[in-house]
């Protein structure tokens, strides 16, 4: 059964709440009030910078919502925005709802496509401003310097790892994806100075990826990170960290957008690896398409 719409609703609780937060709080909530859409896409420290408040400001803020933390926040507060603009677009529908002609179904699937495409457009070109070729370079360094590569992610992100460590198997057996998050903490907990953790988070914000990080620097193991926020716990535990571009909502839970920029960062460092020793990728990949050619009709 649904509960009381006023206590459920994240804007109504800091309307309600304001007088009692303090001067620095009262600067986190007329941002948010001001910026409901953009909020959902700003980590905690990009929020405490433009707030001018410290981010555990921001951590105290979402606990007097009586809120666990700032992942919370932002999903309430998404979730109140998708309600506001379901009603507005209800609103805005006339009364008559004939059926949409071929011609014009045609016409919104065209006007749907040309959205998601200027989303993934802005996605690249985002990661493309962020790109910092020293950051490539060292990456590349520590690709091939390594004994082993242990491609790793949560969720989604393991989807990513797992297509990379395919990616960079076709120029060399030294890369491996391992999806399960205890065997991820075991062969962190093994890993050597000779070896790297390669991890996808685009939060750069979960438990998992803090404590496998740890565990690969008390080994004494590199560790590359690609992540939408430099500004991470993460992103703090890393050595290397390649910014990837796309704005990805609480509720959007894994946008293609943000996976293609991933991708673009991938091939960077693949296209890299391959210009270092051209002679060796040509082989390796040869080897494989003669080692595949008798699996096709």
Known sequence: MAGNPLEENIIV????????????????????LSHKRQVQFMSISELADECGVAEATI????????????????????????????????????????????????DAV??????????????LSQTMAQIRPECIREAVDLLLQADKVFC???GGSMVMAQEAAHL?????????????????????????????????????????IVDIMALARKRGAKSILITRFAKSPGAACADVVLQCGSNEGPLQLGTVAARMAQLF??????????????????????RIADALADKHL
């Open 168 to 208: 960079f198997s076709t120029l060399s057996p030294r890369f491996f994806s391992i999806p399960d998050s205890h065997l991820q903490a075991s062969a962190a907990a093994l890993l050597t100075p000779r070896d790297v953790l390669f991890f996808f988070s685009y939060s750069g914000s979960t438990k998992d």
């Open 110 to 123: 065209l006007e749907m496509s040309r959205k998601q495409y200027a989303e993934y457009t802005a996605a």
């Open 13 to 32: 609780k800091l309307n309600n709440s304001y007088y009692h937060l303090t001067a620095s709080e009262k600067k986190v909530a007329d941002y948010v």
């Open 265 to 286: 960062l991938v091939d960077i460092l693949y296209q890299e690896m391959c210009l270092r020793n051209p002679e060796e990728a040509r082989v390796s990949r040869e």
């Open 152 to 154: 790793m992610g949560q």
């Open 59 to 106: 951590s105290r803020f979402c606990r007097r919502q009586k809120l666990h933390g700032y992942n919370a926040f932002k999903l309430a507060l998404a979730k109140e925005t998708a309600r506001e603009e379901a009603s507005a677009a209800v609103s805005a529908e006339p009364e008559a709802t004939a059926a949409l002609p071929a011609e014009a179904e045609e």
